[in-house]
């Protein structure tokens, strides 16, 4: 059984979806060693000095929570670890996952109240603010954001939202989903006073799906205490008391674990300042491609233009399933589908994670030669453009 993508074609598949991303043969060296005794003495210490370091991508001092789950598992685990049944709570509709998200809230018994968008830009912090303000008995308890909204291509500022909440004088927790911005884009959980930020491994973080993160201030630590969501699993305090000493209170994805530490190394060797510098410059490179081609970008909002991926819209008229369809078939690439109401309307290129400048002159071929092949209108030469401007000629 082939468990890797067949194709006919030589070369490695180019996986240009905006996660799982690349995952970077030193991190399946990683993963690549026997499965120790998850009890035993070398995994203490193994588990004490990765949750320890695991702090610096999120830049908090703070304790970070690690479930062998997907992206999902720590949303869910964010809200029933500090909130009650009945609870308001202030969503953003950004886009697909801020409305799974929401919907997730739904089925626990929370009552999210949606601040919609038209999914072309991030969190309207004004928004925030003024239906904060409304708010005078304080009955909203939690502020949701997806910092990086991976269906649209666009980022919200954190920062925004937190002085909107501030100015607004409100108590409400700030609860983010970083799934697909987490060692890709600017992000600081302390600093910005986030109280859970949400995060998945297949994405910045290079390594395959199947861990995810909460990093909990005090202010949600405390939260807990009131919470009367019913919670076991995805219970903060066991596993807290467990990591105290560098072990869980069930088993975890030890190898996930082997291959999280050798991505979180890599990010401190570069630089996570350097990373995020690398994410914005191919970003930009990718925006110049698309203008020049003479197609849209989904994110109409500059100052939210994303920095992991791009999100492109297709003219009246032209499917963009089919145009990944090609670039699958003819050019071994895949690309980011369409998700919710922009299914077909746009695909999405995935430019995070372990990306180099000739991963991304090779992934706007591909697209340059399926727009081609798909008989999608375009001027040629948007691969010229993004050299050009790698090459500080632009
Ligand atoms: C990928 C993603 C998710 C979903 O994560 P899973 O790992 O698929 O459960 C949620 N939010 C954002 C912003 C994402 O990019």
């Known amino acids: 059984m082939a468990y890797y993508q067949s194709s006919p074609i030589a070369g490695r598949h180019f996986l240009q979806i905006p996660g799982p991303t690349n995952v970077p043969d030193r991190v399946l060296r990683a993963m690549d060693n026997p499965t120790m005794d998850h009890r035993g003495p070398d995994f203490g210490r193994f588990g004490a000095q990765l949750l320890e370091k695991l702090r610096t991508v999120f830049k908090t001092e703070g304790p970070v929570v690690i479930y062998p789950a997907s992206g999902t598992g720590a949303w869910e685990a964010a809200l029933v670890n500090t909130l009650s049944p009945g609870d308001r709570v202030l969503m953003c509709e950004t886009g ?18 949606f601040i919609p968008t038209d999914w072309r830009r991030g969190a309207d912090a004004p928004a925030i603010e003024a239906a904060l303000r409304e708010d005078r008995s304080h009955g909203i308890k939690a ?19 937190r002085r909107a909440i501030d100015a ?17 884009i600017d992000y600081r959980h302390d600093e910005w006073g986030v109280d859970v930020t949400v995060a998945g491994s297949q994405k910045g973080l290079m390594l395959p799906p199947g861990l995810s993160f909460n990093a909990v201030s005090e202010k949600a630590l405390k939260a807990t205490e ?12 066991p596993m807290l008391k467990a990591n105290e000493t560098g072990y869980f209170p069930y088993t975890p994805a030890t190898n996930l674990l082997y291959g999280l530490d050798a991505a979180v190394d890599m990010l401190n060797e570069e630089g996570l300042d ?8 191919f970003a930009e490179a990718t925006r110049r491609a698309v203008r020049h081609w ?20 297709l003219p009246e008229g032209h499917s963009a399933n089919a145009l990944r369809a090609v670039i699958l078939e003819r050019f071994n690439m895949s690309l980011g589908n369409g998700l919710g109401r922009l299914n077909d309307r746009v695909f999405r290129i995935g430019h995070l994670g372990d990306f180099g400048p000739l991963s991304l002159i090779g992934t706007l071929g591909g697209v340059e030669m399926g727009l081609g092949a798909a008989g999608v209108p375009h001027k040629p030469g948007g691969v010229q453009a993004a050299m050009a401007y790698l090459n500080g000629n632009a």
């Open 143 to 161: 502020v949701c954001v997806v910092h990086n909204e991976t269906s649209t291509g666009c980022t919200s500022r954190i920062e925004e939202v």
């Open 274 to 281: 350097n990373v995020f510098a690398r994410h914005d410059r």
């Open 96 to 113: 697909w996952f801020a409305t799974l998200w929401q919907e997730m809230a739904e089925r626990l018994q929370l009552r999210p109240e």
């Open 168 to 184: 607004a004088g409100h108590p409400a927790l700030l609860l983010v989903d970083t799934i697909s911005s987490l060692g890709s």
């Open 226 to 237: 009131t919470a009367k969501l019913p919670r076991s699993f995805w219970d903060w305090h």
């Open 294 to 313: 003479g197609l849209e970008i989904q994110c109409e909002e500059p100052r939210h233009y994303s920095s992991s991926l791009t999100a492109v819209r």
